[in-house]
């Protein structure tokens, strides 16, 4: 098993400009996250789904939209990048079903908006 | 919604001293308490966690505490080793809402050999 794949692994974006970061995990988990890690902050839930065809908001979901059409992908989209978003951005999947479990994170997406 | 602390954020020990991490968290519901190293470039990784029906756990070298009363939790590390060097982070996770976790704000260990 991969486990949790992130593409790309750095991104360079323009103010403004969109893009979507790829997230695919091959162990059949059907919760999945997205979290940004900022110095000093820890790691921030941005949008997170808990089956095909859900999704909800976290902690930070503003300029971030998500969907979540199979099981295995679940894709982080900006759609107006701004400076702010500059962090690294890592996907997580976990079993859930009835009770917490551990998540498993992806190798991680350092992005620099200029 | 839930806020985690964790303290200190910085925590320098001689190889062979313990090391302890403290999290307070401010949702008295949170059930699911776990425990992630992150090594410089790498990604969060799972070392420990503990649910709200148990008081301690250990794994070896390893071992967290809950306090349900007061709301908070401790890592312990024993024997530190130069590899324990690294960013921990406490987490805690709702009882309805599962693998929705909040996350401390990180402690940088380092362990001088």
């Known amino acids: 098993n991969a486990g949790v794949t992130q593409t790309p692994k750095f991104q360079v974006l323009k103010t403004g400009q969109s893009m979507t970061l790829q997230c695919a995990q091959d162990?059949?988990?059907?919760?999945m996250s997205w979290y940004r890690q900022d110095p000093g902050m820890g790691l921030r839930l941005i949008h997170y789904s808990v089956g095909a065809g859900i999704t909800d908001q976290g902690e930070v979901p503003n300029g971030y939209n998500v969907s979540r059409s199979t099981t295995e992908d679940f894709p982080l989209r900006l759609l107006s990048a701004a400076p702010s978003q500059t962090s690294v951005y890592f996907c997580?999947?976990?079993?859930?079903?009835?009770?917490?479990?551990?998540?498993?994170f992806g190798q991680g997406t350092r992005l620099t908006v200029v | 919604g839930e806020n985690v602390e964790q303290h200190p954020s910085t925590l320098s020990v001689q190889e062979g001293d313990s090391a302890v991490i403290k999290c307070t968290y401010s949702d008295s519901a949170s059930n699911y308490f776990p425990w992630y190293k992150q090594e410089l470039g790498k990604r969060p990784q799972l070392i420990i966690d503990?649910?709200?029906?148990?008081g301690e756990k250990k794994d070896q070298r390893i071992a967290v505490t809950l306090n349900k009363t007061a709301k908070h939790f401790s890592l312990h590390i024993t024997e530190t080793q130069p590899e324990d060097s690294a960013v921990y982070f406490c987490a805690a996770g709702p009882p309805h809402n599962f693998n929705k976790f909040y996350f401390g704000s990180g402690t940088k260990l380092n362990v001088k050999p």
């Open positions: 997580a999947s976990s079993y859930g079903r009835d009770r917490n479990t551990e998540a498993f």
């Open positions: 503990i649910r709200s029906n148990v």
């Open positions: 162990m059949n988990h059907e919760y």
